[in-house]
C-alpha cells in the first residue's frame, strides 16, 4: 500500500528563515517521489522530483529535498524563503500499475505562510 | 510545455442540477485524473482514465461519473449536484508509462452547489 504523510498542515517563517516541510511514505516497492507547490487559485505546480542517484534534489525557486531511505522521508527545504513562497506544498509518491500505468498518491498538504 | 485546461474556473450551480466539468490536454497523455480538493483533506482521487473510454474509480466516485470519448479530454458528472460537492476541483494528466513523469495540473474549477 502507499501512503504519503506531511506532518505539519501549517508551517509560519519569517522571511528570509530557514523551512523544512516534512513527508514521510510508506512503500514496499522502488519509490518515485515528488514535490509540487500550489499558488493561491492555481493549479499544482511541479517543485522538484526524485528518482534515484543523488539523494539531495534540487529543484525550482531554491527548493531542494533529501532522499533518506532508512527513514522513508524525503523533507523540502529552502535556506532562506521569501514572501513570494507562501503556498500549499504537496508530498507524492508515484506507483506503476501493469493495466493502468502510473499513479499518483499526495499527501494532505502544508501551508507555508511567509511572515514579513 | 503542457497544458491542461479546465473549461472554468468558477462555477455557480443549483442543488438538484446535472453538472458538467470539462478538461483537455494537449500532450497525448494516456492517464487523466480527476481530484477534489478540500481544507485539511488534500488531494482525494475521484476517477481516472488510462485510455479512451476507459475509466477506473478513485478514492470517492460516489455522486460522480466521467467520460472520456476523445483522448484529449476528460469529463468529470455531478448526476445530481448536492451542497457537499461544493469544492475546487483539479483535473491532471500523465503519461502511462515513464517513472519521471509528473502529472501536470490545470488551473482547477472552483465549484459552488447552492
Known amino acids: 500500500a502507499q501512503s504519503v504523510t506531511q506532518l505539519d498542515s501549517q508551517v509560519p517563517v519569517f522571511e528570509e528563515a530557514p523551512v523544512e516541510l516534512r513527508c514521510n511514505y510508506s512503500?514496499?516497492?522502488?519509490?518515485?517521489l515528488f514535490w509540487y507547490v500550489q499558488y493561491p487559485n492555481q493549479g499544482l505546480q511541479l517543485l522538484l522530483k526524485?528518482?534515484?542517484?543523488?539523494?539531495l534534489v534540487k529543484g525550482i525557486n531554491g527548493f531542494e529535498a533529501e532522499f533518506n531511505k532508512s527513514q522513508t522521508s524525503f523533507h523540502l527545504r529552502k535556506p532562506s524563503v521569501h514572501i513570494s513562497d507562501t503556498a500549499e506544498y504537496f508530498c507524492a509518491v508515484r506507483r506503476h500499475f501493469s493495466n493502468t500505468g502510473n499513479q499518483f498518491y499526495f499527501g494532505t498538504g502544508t501551508s507555508l505562510t511567509v511572515i514579513p | 510545455d503542457v497544458k491542461v485546461t479546465q473549461s472554468s474556473r468558477y462555477l455557480v450551480k443549483r442543488t438538484g442540477e446535472k453538472v458538467f466539468l470539462e478538461c483537455v490536454q494537449d500532450?497525448?497523455?494516456?492517464?487523466m485524473f480527476w481530484y477534489r480538493q478540500d481544507p485539511g483533506l488534500g488531494l482525494r482521487l475521484i476517477y481516472f482514465?488510462?485510455?479512451?473510454?476507459?475509466?477506473e474509480k478513485g478514492d470517492i466516485p460516489e455522486g460522480y461519473s466521467v467520460s472520456r470519448e476523445k483522448k484529449e479530454r476528460f469529463s468529470l458528472i455531478l448526476e445530481s449536484a448536492s451542497t457537499n460537492q461544493t469544492s475546487m476541483y483539479l483535473c491532471?494528466?500523465?503519461?502511462?508509462?515513464?517513472?519521471?513523469?509528473?502529472?501536470?495540473f490545470g488551473d482547477g474549477t472552483r465549484l459552488s452547489i447552492l
Open positions: 491532471a494528466s500523465s503519461p502511462r508509462q515513464g517513472a519521471g513523469q509528473p502529472q501536470h
Open positions: 500532450m497525448d497523455h494516456e492517464n
Open positions: 512503500s514496499s516497492v522502488s519509490v518515485y
Open positions: 526524485y528518482l534515484s542517484g543523488s539523494t
Open positions: 482514465s488510462y485510455d479512451v473510454k476507459m475509466k
